[in-house]
């Protein structure tokens, strides 16, 4: 799904046109990220593609969080509840600002106190939600690379689908799903910065999890917050807040990240699981039919295109007649088309 059909159902004003690229529909970019065949994908090079096949992205968009984050059951109400706790008691966590915040916003700082603030909004969300299905954590990586690149890519910070992740974790891409970029001053907040780095990140997440249409991210420059979606159309993100003055908006939005719903983060709901095989349903001839999926056989490593994924799959009642199931994003109106042939 673009954010032409999930952001514009809840957008009160229109939304600022889109470049010339974007009106070419279906057809795909004369270049973008996926161009590179059997290189070594150095990041001077995909960086000037990425810039091209993103284009502008559109920054500022005040209904944001009510779009992405608003059918999170429960959100606003336990926000209400963790912030009232902040401003209590007495060692209050925030007062003109959150206890502990690095001023000077040096990575390594704000990377441990990010650390200790989920830790204490882990457990209260796990207090008042313990039958929560989603179990996840952040996780901190500037400094190592993190698996399932074609070239060494390093990741800040992000949210992972795995609640006991530590420090020395060995991490994937396939695992990360919340990409974040820090950056110690305000002033990074911009495209040539913290953008194009969140946005290679986010390529990285596409191109890792083949059945993620699209990715929610977030660039915290000093104490400067935007929240991100990339998708196949490019990047859109939300107001610039400051964490120290809006703490109830910094609450719900790590809150909401750890109780997303995986369709709520961008996979795919028609691609399902059972019994450790996933499958998608279709129906031929009005009879439903399941058909297993046995393996990715390609996908487009780019964020913004058609976004074409092959699998090699079999129908369920033929398990001996393999099967290409291609997708890829319908651009014109934010659905996934399906495919399947004879090999």
Same mark, same amino acid.
């Given at each position: 799904?673009t954010?032409?059909?999930?952001f ?8 600022p ?7 070419l529909?279906q057809?795909p ?6 161009s590179f ?23 500022g968009l ?11 059951? &429960?959100?606003e109400?336990?926000?209400? #509840?963790?912030?009232e706790q902040?401003?209590?008691? $007495? %060692?209050?966590?925030?007062? =003109?600002?959150?206890k ?9 700082d704000?990377?441990?106190?990010f650390?200790a ?11 008042i939600n ?5 179990k ?9 690379p993190?698996?399932g ?7 800040d910070v ?6 006991e992740a530590?420090?020395?974790w060995?991490?994937?891409?396939s ?7 820090l ?8 495209a040539s910065?913290?953008w194009?780095?969140l946005?290679?990140?986010a390529?990285?997440?596409l191109a ?5 249409r699209f990715?929610?991210g977030?660039?915290l420059c &000093?104490p400067?917050?935007r929240?991100? #979606?990339f ?6 993100? $939300? %107001?610039?807040?400051?964490? =120290?003055?809006?703490g ?5 939005t ?10 709520q983060?961008?996979?795919?709901p ?6 450790g095989?996933r499958?998608?349903e279709i ?7 399941r058909?297993?999926?046995?393996k ?10 058609r976004?074409?994924t092959?699998?090699k799959?079999?129908a ?6 393999p099967?290409?199931?291609r997708?890829h994003?319908?651009?014109r ?7 399947c042939?004879?090999?």
């Amino acid at each position: 799904m673009t954010f032409g059909s999930k952001f514009t159902r809840r957008w009160r004003s229109p939304l600022p046109p889109r470049p010339a690229a974007s009106s070419l529909q279906q057809t795909p970019w004369l270049r973008n990220t996926s161009s590179f065949a059997n290189s070594s994908e150095h990041r001077k090079y995909v960086d000037n593609v990425l810039k091209e096949e993103l284009g502008p992205m559109y920054v500022g968009l005040r209904d944001f969080h009510n779009a992405y984050f608003g059918e999170v059951v &429960g959100l606003e109400a336990a926000t209400e #509840t963790f912030f009232e706790q902040c401003l209590r008691g $007495s %060692e209050p966590l925030f007062v =003109n600002g959150w206890k502990g915040w690095p001023k000077d916003a040096k990575q390594d700082d704000v990377l441990s106190w990010f650390a200790a603030f989920n830790q204490k909004l882990a457990v209260f969300a796990e207090d008042i939600n313990p039958t929560a299905k989603y179990k996840r954590r952040p996780l901190a990586k500037p400094n190592e690379p993190i698996d399932g690149s074609i070239a060494k890519r390093k990741m800040d910070v992000g949210f992972v689908n795995n609640s006991e992740a530590e420090k020395d974790w060995r991490c994937h891409w396939s695992q990360i799903l919340v990409p974040g970029e820090l950056k110690s001053n305000g002033s990074a907040d911009k495209a040539s910065e913290a953008w194009l780095d969140l946005g290679r990140y986010a390529r990285e997440v596409l191109a890792a999890q083949d059945t993620r249409r699209f990715v929610l991210g977030f660039t915290l420059c &000093g104490p400067m917050m935007r929240v991100w #979606t990339f998708d196949r159309l490019g990047g859109i993100a $939300s %107001e610039q807040f400051d964490i =120290n003055k809006d703490g109830r908006r910094f609450v719900f939005t790590v809150l909401g990240f750890l109780w997303m719903d995986e369709e709520q983060l961008g996979f795919d709901p028609t691609i399902m699981t059972a019994n450790g095989e996933r499958f998608i349903e279709i129906k031929r001839n009005n009879i439903k039919e399941r058909v297993i999926i046995d393996k990715v056989m390609q996908r487009a490593r780019c964020i913004a295109g058609r976004a074409t994924t092959c699998w090699k799959a079999h129908a369920e009642d033929s398990p001996n007649v393999p099967l290409v199931s291609r997708t890829h994003g319908n651009i014109r109106n934010g659905m996934m088309k399906a495919s399947c042939y004879l090999r």
